[in-house]
């Protein structure tokens, strides 16, 4: 889709459709899992935890917070990342609104 249909659709379709496209990786969904069981790392501790290049990962940080999904402060020379609650509560909010539709449909 090109960048000018966007006006056509919602800012909140446009959001959730730009949060999924950053999702929409099984690396950056492994970060974001790494992240969810520590509550919080260093990058040098996700380059440990997954079978990438430190690079490869930095570009996929770089991804999610520019979604803003992580959120990440400088301490000295490293990075810390934690995820963005109130990014994951607008997709937790999306997905629970599907799930609640779907019970009262039938095929």
Do not use: W
């Not at 492994?30 to 990438?52: R, W």
């Amino acid at each position: 889709m090109g960048i000018t249909k966007s006006e056509s659709f919602t800012e909140e379709q446009n959001e959730i459709a730009n949060l999924l496209k950053a999702l929409a990786n099984p690396a950056r969904v492994a970060i974001i899992q790494y992240l969810l069981k520590v509550d919080s790392c260093i990058c040098g501790d996700i380059v440990n935890e997954l079978p990438l290049a430190q690079p490869t990962i930095s570009q996929h940080l770089k991804e999610l917070k520019n979604a803003n999904i992580i959120q990440g402060t400088i301490e000295g020379k490293s990075i810390c990342y934690c995820i963005n609650p109130e990014t994951m509560s607008k997709i937790e909010s999306y997905f629970g609104g599907i799930s609640l539709k779907l019970k009262n449909k039938c095929c």
